[in-house]
Nanobody, 123 residues
Framework: QVQLVESGGGLVQAGGSLRLSCAAS????????MGWFRQTPGKEREFVAA????????YYADSVKGRFTISRDNAKNTVYLQMNSLKPEDTAVYYC????????????????WGQGTQVTVSS
């Protein structure tokens, strides 16, 4: 069992920034690729960003590329999502995800999910 605890969500104006954090339990954090996904009511959870186990490779959805940055600090068992130039369409519940086998980009590969944190971007 891995527990993922998220923080940093909130309300921000369009064009503003937020930094999400996800703290993982245990000592095996570096064994997991990590990802961020987001979901709005009635829609499928969608991939946002992922990072490799050592932090050297990152992937982004086209919709956030150039605006969002994923990073991780394995010594702190924490993954981050820096969100800049936020748009109203970024409004969603954001979920942290741990992927034991894959790269953190595929819904059906995720082993553990965080509880989700609400991000609301006002126009």
């Amino acid at each position: 069992q891995v527990q993922l605890v998220e923080s940093g969500g909130g309300l921000v104006q369009a064009g503003g920034s937020l930094r999400l954090s996800c703290a993982a339990s245990g000592r095996t954090f570096s064994s997991y690729a990590m990802g961020w996904f987001r979901q709005t009511p009635g829609k499928e959870r969608e991939f946002v960003a992922a990072i490799s186990r050592g932090g050297g490779i990152t992937y982004y959805a086209d919709s956030v590329k150039g605006r969002f940055t994923i990073s991780r600090d394995n010594a702190k068992n924490t993954v981050y999502l820096q969100m800049n130039s936020l748009k109203p369409e970024d409004t969603a519940v954001y979920y942290c995800a741990a992927d034991r086998r894959g790269g953190g980009t595929r819904l059906n590969s995720i082993n553990y999910w965080g509880q989700g944190t609400q991000v609301t971007v006002s126009s």
